[in-house]
């Protein structure tokens, strides 16, 4: 059992409409969920973004919160709808229309970790999904949701910057043999979930910092992404993924000798982003 399942960092004073949140650095693992996982502890971690809260840790500094889970991916994905349930894993659960996340085995409780390997063996019942739901899943949404209201309550509008890392082996075929492969890669679901001037200004503060930086391929957003992106309404959301190879051993799951340096170059990033939450720096920063 979860004693917490979010963590949420304000700022002392809030100073800018963006919201930083980061659903896959959780690494609370519930002793009864080890115990029934067949894999090592190496293995059952694969598919955390690991360290990617300390990486953002600065963003209250800047007059942004930021949420972050503590329940583990492997245990709880909160970047699926929470009706994502696998019948291959779940007992007693329909076959519903066709879903490549569920059908790869990454529904909102996943039944495998990055590669494919099987987290369990046998099937969960309906009520151990639904707890897990009930327990981790709703609390963060349900705050992520408040902090996006208190945003557009006090700026006129709320923007999401949804924070990830994306494996180095993902980056490999993207584009032809030799072209620069991007450090991070921006996703608005083609646009749908952001107004294209934040979606630029988001950009240009990771290629001021020197970071190679490319738009929806190989990921464009998932749920949450899709679920807050509400641009007609002022709520805008954008994920960020950035490559783990630039700040962490991902074998062994441990910062790399460039951690420090790179998370100072992120805070630089992090500062220009919280301004473009600030209306009327945005306006200056156009003009």
């Known amino acids: 059992m979860l004693e917490h399942p979010y963590h949420l960092a304000r700022p002392q004073a809030r100073t800018t409409s963006i919201v930083?949140?980061?659903?896959?650095?959780?690494?609370?693992?519930?002793?009864?969920?080890?115990?029934?996982?067949?894999?090592?502890?190496?293995?059952?971690?694969?598919?955390?973004?690991?360290?990617v809260d300390q990486l953002y840790a600065s963003a209250p500094d800047h007059g942004a919160p930021l949420l972050t889970a503590c329940a583990p991916r492997a245990y709880l994905d909160l970047n699926r709808g929470p009706d994502e349930l696998d019948p291959a894993l779940i007992a007693g659960v329909r076959r519903a229309p066709h879903?490549?996340?569920?059908?790869?085995?990454?529904?909102?409780?996943?039944?495998?970790?990055?590669?494919?390997?099987?987290?369990?063996?046998?099937?969960?019942?309906?009520?151990?999904?639904?707890?897990?739901?009930?327990?981790?899943?709703?609390p963060y949404h349900d705050k992520l949701q408040t902090l996006l209201d208190e945003a557009a309550n006090s700026f006129g509008e709320a923007i999401l910057v949804d924070c990830h890392s994306m494996p180095h082996e993902a980056l490999e075929n993207l584009g032809p043999s030799g072209t620069p492969r991007p450090d991070v890669v921006l996703g608005d679901r083609?646009?749908?979930?952001?107004?294209?001037?934040?979606?630029?200004?988001?950009?240009?503060?990771?290629?001021?910092?020197?970071?190679?930086?490319?738009?929806n391929m190989p990921f464009a957003g998932a749920f949450i992404t899709q679920h807050y992106g509400r641009p007609a309404k002022r709520q805008h959301a954008v994920q960020v993924e950035?490559?783990?190879?630039?700040y962490m051993d991902e074998k062994r799951l441990k910062p790399n000798d460039n951690f420090d340096a790179f998370k100072s170059l992120l805070n630089g990033v992090i500062a220009e982003i919280t301004d473009i939450g600030r209306p009327m720096e945005r306006q200056v920063a156009a003009e």
């Open 20 to 51: 930083f949140a980061s659903p896959h650095s959780g690494r609370d693992y519930p002793a009864s969920f080890l115990h029934r996982a067949q894999l090592d502890a190496n293995e059952i971690r694969s598919s955390e973004d690991a360290f």
């Open 99 to 138: 879903n490549p996340r569920i059908a790869s085995g990454l529904g909102v409780v996943p039944r495998v970790v990055a590669n494919g390997r099987a987290i369990y063996h046998g099937k969960l019942t309906l009520e151990e999904a639904h707890y897990r739901i009930a327990s981790c899943w709703r």
């Open 190 to 215: 083609f646009g749908a979930t952001a107004a294209p001037a934040i979606v630029e200004a988001i950009e240009t503060a990771f290629i001021r910092a020197g970071l190679r930086v490319a738009r």
């Open 242 to 246: 950035i490559d783990r190879a630039l």
